[in-house]
């Protein structure tokens, strides 16, 4: 019998479309995956060279629970020169990926009953993990209107005094929104005053950024103490299985997340760490080349999306996504099949266009569908013209 726990626990949308899509590969049929928030790029090859090294160095023990002391000290760098935040090594875990970084955080911070406030939308698994937390998330919603963004009155109407944690994530995932600086220090207006509430700061999609300077929460100095800064090299390095996100955070929270960790699943791989050195202490310019490739896609995608008819579109200012509304489409009959929801729609797509993309309920929104752009040029036009033909 299972128990409670993984009975209470959804399964990924983005991993179970992706999942579905395979199934129709296999098939035989010739599908366009737009689902995933992965790049199509190869890892740059001086972070290889670092990997090759590490492998020559016979780098194959375990590795500490929170990770080498150099890439600690590495990470701390970073921090400092990207963020404006001083961090010292003994605030920094290194984990096996930037979800497990948010899964530690959420284990040791929250108890059964506490709530977890997600500014919507927001990525699939914070939810899902703060349920395995035992904990309530709480939704606050935006829409396309307001450019995904919650405001500060939202914030507050929001907090009870179960309030334990809130979940920002900018550049976000799905809808490529970011928080400009004044935005933040606004809402952390707000947060000043409730000094029992901590706040997770994913910042995974910091560096695939067109123009809004990256802000860090963290840098507002009363909520330093408070905030969880969660990065990783999976998106901006691509590097996705290489599998090193990392947290920098007070000090009694970084020694419970090693704590934890060293129970789940001890030290991340060490070849990976070995790596990921090489890529937290380069300069950005070393991977504009694959941020301008986004961005060029970006416009593409934005230019052929708003050729479909009840396609709502933002402007997104970050990561790799884009968020439309299709709710026109809903309470209508495409080709026999009725469309209700988004859920409804993006199977419609994968079925009838062949094309795999995300449910926004699955982040909170049920009006919207996610659609990655991390593909080439080619899939994005061939895609949006399945799309388009299948919706005439």
């Given at each position: 019998m ?5 009975k209470?626990l959804?399964?990924?949308?983005t991993?179970a479309?992706?999942a579905?899509a ?12 737009l689902s995933?928030?992965?790049p199509?790029?190869n890892?740059?090859?001086f ?5 090759i090294?590490a492998?020559?160095?016979n ?6 629970v929170d990770?080498?002391t150099?890439?600690?000290s590495?990470i701390c760098e ?5 963020n404006?935040l001083?961090y010292?090594?003994?605030?920094i875990v290194?984990s096996?990926?930037a ?15 506490d709530?977890?406030?997600l500014?919507a939308?927001?990525?699939?698994s914070y939810s899902?993990i703060a349920?395995?937390a ?5 939704i606050i919603p935006?829409?396309?209107e307001t ?12 907090i ?8 920002f994530?900018?550049p ?7 928080y ?10 707000v947060l000043k005053k409730?000094?029992d509430?901590?706040i997770l700061s994913?910042e995974?999609?910091?560096?695939i950024?067109?123009?809004?300077p990256?802000?860090?929460i ?5 909520l330093y103490d ?7 090299v999976?998106?901006a390095f691509?590097?996705t299985?290489?599998?090193i996100?990392y947290?920098?955070a007070a000090e009694w929270?970084a020694?419970?997340c090693n704590?934890?960790q ?8 060490c070849i990976?760490?070995?790596a990921?050195?090489a890529a937290?202490?380069a300069?950005?310019s070393k991977?504009?080349y694959?941020?301008d490739?986004f ?5 593409l995608?934005l230019n ?8 709502k579109?933002?402007k997104?200012q970050?990561a ?5 509304d299709?709710?026109f489409y809903?309470?209508?009959?495409l ?7 988004a859920?409804?729609f993006?199977l419609?797509?994968l079925e009838e ?5 995300v ?5 909170g929104n049920?009006?919207c569908i996610?659609?990655?752009?991390a593909?080439?040029?080619e899939e994005?036009k061939?895609?949006v013209?399945r ?6």
């Amino acid at each position: 019998m299972l128990s409670n726990r993984i009975k209470s626990l959804p399964a990924s949308a983005t991993l179970a479309m992706a999942a579905k899509a395979r199934e129709l590969k296999n098939l035989g049929i010739d599908i366009i995956g737009l689902s995933l928030g992965e790049p199509d790029f190869n890892t740059p090859e001086f972070i290889k060279d670092a990997a090759i090294q590490a492998v020559k160095e016979n780098y194959n023990s375990y590795s500490p629970v929170d990770g080498y002391t150099d890439l600690k000290s590495a990470i701390c760098e970073k921090f400092k020169r990207d963020n404006g935040l001083e961090y010292q090594a003994s605030q920094i875990v290194v984990s096996t990926g930037a979800k497990q970084s948010i899964a530690n955080v959420c284990m040791i911070l929250l108890n059964p009953g506490d709530e977890v406030l997600l500014p919507a939308p927001y990525w699939v698994s914070y939810s899902a993990i703060a349920t395995l937390a035992e904990a309530k998330s709480i939704i606050i919603p935006s829409s396309i209107e307001t450019d995904f963004k919650i405001t500060p009155k939202q914030l507050e109407q929001a907090i009870t005094p179960k309030t334990k944690l809130v979940m920002f994530n900018s550049p976000n995932n799905p809808s490529g929104t970011i928080y400009s600086e004044e935005e933040y220090r606004a809402l952390g207006a707000v947060l000043k005053k409730y000094p029992d509430i901590y706040i997770l700061s994913d910042e995974i999609y910091e560096h695939i950024n067109y123009g809004t300077p990256h802000f860090s929460i963290a840098a507002i100095p009363e909520l330093y103490d408070r905030t969880i800064t969660v990065n990783g090299v999976a998106k901006a390095f691509a590097m996705t299985g290489w599998r090193i996100g990392y947290i920098g955070a007070a000090e009694w929270i970084a020694k419970a997340c090693n704590k934890m960790q060293g129970q789940m699943t001890s030290g991340a791989n060490c070849i990976a760490q070995r790596a990921t050195i090489a890529a937290v202490s380069a300069p950005k310019s070393k991977i504009q080349y694959m941020v301008d490739e986004f961005n060029i896609r970006r416009g593409l995608i934005l230019n052929l999306l708003s050729e479909i008819p009840g396609f709502k579109l933002n402007k997104p200012q970050g990561a790799f996504y884009i968020f439309p509304d299709v709710s026109f489409y809903f309470g209508k009959s495409l080709k026999g099949k009725s469309i209700e929801n988004a859920n409804d729609f993006a199977l419609f797509l994968l079925e009838e266009a062949h094309v795999a993309t995300v449910t926004g309920e699955a982040f909170g929104n049920d009006d919207c569908i996610r659609i990655s752009y991390a593909a080439s040029e080619e899939e994005i036009k061939a895609a949006v013209q399945r799309i388009k033909k299948a919706l005439s």
